[in-house]
């Protein structure tokens, strides 16, 4: 083999090195996109780590007006063992987050009421009692009457209301009668939820405040001293509103019937709508704590003004009669928002049985 042959035979093994390792390379780097092809979508990294999400990332806000769809879960159905046990046993009305609760069985059976203290009861605001024989129906109030028969007593104490505030005289008044009860029916105290009841109404008493407000909204006519009674009658005749057993008009859902607001007179008198009525401005007020779905509702009030404004030239103005924008409007949505959010996280939504209890 010559010179020329050995270099020709040198060349050509080189060229086809080249080629396995280009073809190799290749080949990697196809089966990396691959990889990559069928890797889950929601494989965890630094930014979607469920665990350890980083709170400095801003996250963008959401509209004003989107209206969320809140689902409420039963009490019962996040309750286990003893707990749910408990208010199996406990009579309808009582709840156990904003109420303290005392049971006191009796050794004996007992006859008659004079052991309850009913009188002082009565006086005490915020207290009920409850009682029965064995596992029979629990009786209160007027069903508690003289010759009854019962061995086991539920005290009960709401801790925040819109009719008292609750304070070391009365909750000290509150354990005596406990005690004094206990002793007459020779019972022993059994304490089923808050016996730290100044912590918990002190809590309570705070969020109370916090959330218990009512957006008054009114309309006038635009230009004239009075809304003109034929279009008035025509609106009002719409499914949408109903008048209550006070003579009150509300404005309710459509749909499912719930209250949405009260209207009245200026003065805060029920509305007159009729040909000899002679209405200056309507007030549309909302009991916030007590109205379910309060973005929601509002939005649909607002809706509805709106709405009456368009059929009888009014203009909607706030409480010092400013006339709101669709800016103002906004801020309002967006501090109701905030309302709504306090009492979804502390499980008392609003409109529910517990929130009326609270706000009654």
Not at 253 to 281: D, P
Not at 327 to 334: A, D, L, N
Request: proline share 4%; hydrophobic share 40%.
């Amino acid at each position: 083999m010559n010179d020329v042959q050995l270099a020709l035979l040198i060349a050509g093994v080189v060229i086809i090195l080249i080629m396995i390792i280009y073809n190799w390379s290749e080949l990697k780097n196809l089966s990396k996109k691959q990889a990559s092809l069928i890797k889950p979508k929601n494989v965890f990294s630094d930014e979607n780590d469920p665990l350890f999400h980083n709170s400095n990332v801003r996250e963008e806000p959401s509209p004003v007006f989107e209206v969320e769809e809140t689902t409420t879960v039963e009490p019962d159905e996040t309750l286990i063992g003893s707990e749910k046990i408990i208010n199996y046993n406990l009579p309808d009305g009582i709840y156990r987050d904003v109420e303290t609760v005392i049971s006191i069985t009796s050794k004996k059976m007992q006859e008659g009421s004079g052991g309850l203290l009913l009188d002082k009861i009565k006086a005490m605001p915020g207290v009920r009692v409850y009682v029965r024989k064995d596992n029979n129906l629990w009786a209160t109030e007027a069903a508690v009457y003289d010759t009854i028969e019962f061995n086991q007593v539920l005290l009960v104490l709401l801790l925040a209301s819109r009719k008292y505030i609750l304070d070391s005289k009365s909750i000290e008044a509150f354990r005596e009668l406990a005690n004094e009860i206990s002793s007459k029916v020779d019972g022993s105290i059994f304490w089923l939820s808050n016996q730290d009841i100044e912590k918990e109404s002190f809590h309570l008493g705070k969020f109370r405040k916090e959330v218990d407000h009512s957006l008054i909204l009114q309309v006038y006519p635009k230009s004239d001293p009075t809304f003109h009674a034929g279009p008035l009658i025509d609106f009002f005749k719409q499914p949408i509103f109903k008048i209550n057993n006070k003579g009150y008009h509300e404005l309710i859902n459509s749909e499912s019937g719930i209250k949405i607001c009260t209207l009245t007179s200026l003065s805060g008198k029920a509305l007159n709508i009729s040909h000899e009525a002679f209405l200056q401005g309507i007030v549309f007020k909302m009991d916030i704590p007590n109205t379910i779905k309060i973005t929601a509702s509002f939005n649909e009030m607002v809706e509805t003004i709106k709405q009456f404004n368009t059929k009888l030239n009014g203009v909607l103005v706030d409480s010092s009669r400013k006339p709101l924008n669709d800016e103002k409007i906004s801020q309002i949505y967006v501090h109701l928002k905030k309302l709504e959010k306090i009492m979804q996280e502390k499980k008392i939504p609003s409109g529910s049985d517990v929130a009326q209890k609270m706000f009654n």
